[in-house]
């Protein structure tokens, strides 16, 4: 790869399996030979905590408000993170009085991103500025969400806030996938997934991650799905993502 891929993985909605994306897609592109950095932007740290045994001593929240270098810690081969924390939660507040407040991130990741091939961005689950940060620094978003009525709804107010950042900040940025999460496989999911296919077309991934209690488990034993159960659905399914992605470029 000659230019950085800088993903954004954003809903507004918890509970779609974000955290668990950025980690099984970074650490499944890492295991493929590229250099993947993770930004941890959510201040519940739960892609910290998934990924690192023991707590940080500097966050991203150290850099972002306290000025200090950015804080990146080698999780394993070809895999680093930029570490968040609970102090994160306070950020939006203290940001919005900064000068060109939705371009900090840009600025941080514009020093590092020769250094890998994608940087992979856990948003946090609303539309407030930090993932403002993360849409204008990007190069592309991924949007993960179950096939159910109310996370299909939202859908118009991300892609609101998308067109928004594209018209006054970036006109770089492209949706360039959805991502069907705790997959059941039954007519309502597949009756909305036709339904949205309709509207986005190929930019719905073919792949889809099906429901696995695997997947919820791994991040407790703060490790990667491949390495926790190399077997299961979770890992087979996320394993398949990764080669859609790389297939796309």
């Known amino acids: 790869m000659n230019k950085t891929k800088i993903v954004s993985v954003a809903n507004h909605k918890g509970g779609v399996g974000k955290t668990t994306t950025v980690a099984s897609v970074g650490v499944g592109l890492a295991r493929k ?3 993947v950095l993770l930004v941890d932007l959510d201040a519940q740290a739960n892609l910290t905590s998934s990924l690192l045994e023991e707590e940080p001593a500097m966050t991203l929240y150290d850099t972002l408000i306290e000025g200090h270098e950015l804080s990146i ?3 394993m081969d070809n895999v680093d993170i930029i570490p968040s924390s609970l102090d994160l939660s306070s950020a939006e507040l203290e940001l919005s009085s900064k000068m060109d407040r939705e371009y900090i991130l840009l600025e941080l990741l514009e020093e590092v991103k020769r250094d890998y ?3 992979i961005i856990d948003c946090p689950p609303s539309l407030g500025l930090l993932t403002i940060n993360a849409l204008v620094a990007s190069t592309d978003l991924y ?3 179950t096939a159910e009525v109310l996370p299909t709804r939202g859908m118009n107010t991300l892609i609101k806030s ?3 950042v594209k018209k006054r900040a970036n006109k770089e940025l492209k949706l360039s996938g959805i991502i069907f999460t705790r997959w059941h496989g ?4 597949k009756a909305l997934e036709n339904q949205l296919r309709k509207q986005f077309g190929n ?3 073919e792949t889809k991650i099906r429901e696995n209690i695997s997947v919820a488990e791994a ?5 990667d799905i491949y390495t926790y159960n190399p077997k299961c659905n979770g890992a087979k399914d996320y394993g398949s993502l990764v080669e859609e992605i790389i297939k796309r470029g």
């Open 33 to 35: 030979g590229f250099k």
């Open 73 to 75: 810690v080698h999780v």
């Open 117 to 119: 091939d994608y940087i």
């Open 143 to 145: 949007i993960p969400m």
């Open 162 to 164: 998308i067109e928004m």
């Open 186 to 189: 039954r007519n309502l999911n």
């Open 203 to 205: 930019i719905i991934f």
């Open 219 to 223: 991040p407790l034993s703060s490790t």
